[in-house]
């Protein structure tokens, strides 16, 4: 498929020598040879139905300038596709974001969305579509998202009802990682109890931020809502509140993101429209530098690499009358625990039943508690 059909070019941008810039190559006047790239990045200004949205265009190219212009010591190539603009329907847009990254998936590439509206997440799901695996989503967000009992036309309240009902289904897990309690229902939360999702909350997290890490681990598809900033640290997103992360938090995560082997795509939503204050684009800047350089350091332990170079550990269960098995990679020390499902099972989940955790859901398990992911892990298996 030929994708650049799709965009118009950026303006151009000065950069120095050593920069991130100078390893890029970036849609001013020849479209990009993406697929010499390891990282893929495009803008889009599609903001229907947005309903905080002003109906301006997003301005991303203050971010590209600070972002070209930060230093790199990695040997990475980035290539930027330059601006999708709005399809004359919502509709349009929505098609056209789905069968570029399933053609930039298929290559398997990093891709990164600056948008327009949290919807565009949906579109972005839909590229997986003929890939033949099952995925996992995780949003940065302070609420759900969802509209429990509700049937409305897609928008960013609720896109993620809609990626939920589409079929077939390729979703294998849901996580949301800095969840405000006050933003959602007790409706919501069993719903997401009931379907054995995730959620962090925010106060956890900034407690111990680690805690991100085993999810971004285990994710695919990482959706960004610039609310889920506090006001004071960021004031350019659609729907700002009080509290929130801070930037540097935000920053560690993209980086706790970017080493994923796994992760394939990352979209950075609701900006506000027209012109932001410039330490509002150098912080999405920064949350890109940072992802840039958890790419390069990237150790493909799994499922990239072979699980037959980890130590394993065993633990017997009692009540399971069968051992918790875990590995640690010597590469990184991180640790992922098994989860058995039945062989009659379709192979897609096999890339599911070995799920990152950390050393001390190790520790727990010693102590005869079985960890609250491997019961999650295994209901959704079998």
Not at 59 to 86: C, M, P, T, W
Not at 148 to 177: A, C, G, R, W
Request: contains cysteine.
């Amino acid at each position: 498929m030929e994708i650049d059909l799709y965009f118009t070019p950026t303006e151009k941008i000065n950069f120095d020598k050593g920069s991130i810039g100078s390893i890029s190559s970036i849609y001013t006047k020849t479209f990009p040879d993406w697929e010499s790239a390891d990282i893929v990045v495009f803008s889009t200004n599609e903001n229907r139905d947005n309903l905080s949205s002003d109906s301006d265009d997003v301005d991303h190219q203050r971010i590209r300038e600070f972002f070209y212009n930060y230093k790199i010591s990695h040997n990475i190539k980035v290539a930027d596709l330059g601006i999708l603009n709005a399809g004359s329907t919502m509709r349009d847009t929505l098609m056209a974001i789905k069968e570029i990254t399933n053609t930039i998936q298929k290559k398997q590439k990093l891709l990164i969305i600056l948008g327009g509206s949290q919807y565009l997440t949906y579109a972005n799901y839909l590229g997986y579509e003929d890939l033949e695996q099952t995925i996992n989503l995780t949003c940065i967000d302070r609420k759900f998202d969802v509209e429990v009992e509700k049937e409305n036309d897609l928008n960013d309240n609720n896109y993620i009802n809609h990626l939920l009902l589409h079929q077939p289904s390729i979703l294998f897990n849901f996580s949301v990682l800095g969840f405000q309690q006050y933003y959602a229902s007790e409706k919501e939360i069993r719903f997401f109890d009931d379907l054995y999702f995730d959620y962090f909350r925010l106060g956890d997290l900034q407690k111990n931020i680690e805690k991100a890490e085993p999810i971004l681990r285990n994710t695919d598809i990482l959706s960004v809502d610039l609310g889920a900033f506090r006001f004071s640290e960021f004031s350019s997103s659609n729907s700002s509140c009080p509290n929130g992360f801070f930037a540097n938090e935000m920053c560690q995560l993209m980086k706790y993101a970017g080493v994923s082997d796994k992760l394939s795509c990352v979209g950075i939503y609701n900006q506000k429209t027209g012109k932001i204050r410039d330490v509002d684009s150098e912080i999405i800047a920064q949350m890109l530098y940072f992802l840039t350089d958890g790419f390069a350091g990237r150790t493909k332990d799994f499922p990239i690499g072979s699980k037959k170079d980890h130590y394993k550990y065993s633990i017997f269960h009692d009540e399971l009358k069968h051992d918790l098995v875990f590995h640690k990679s010597p590469k990184s020390e991180r640790w992922w625990l098994e989860v058995p499902y039945p062989p009659s099972k379709d192979f897609k989940f096999e890339r599911h039943h070995l799920i990152p955790c950390d050393y001390n859901d190790y520790q727990i398990a010693q102590k005869g508690v079985i960890p609250d992911l491997w019961w999650k892990t295994y209901r959704k298996l079998n």
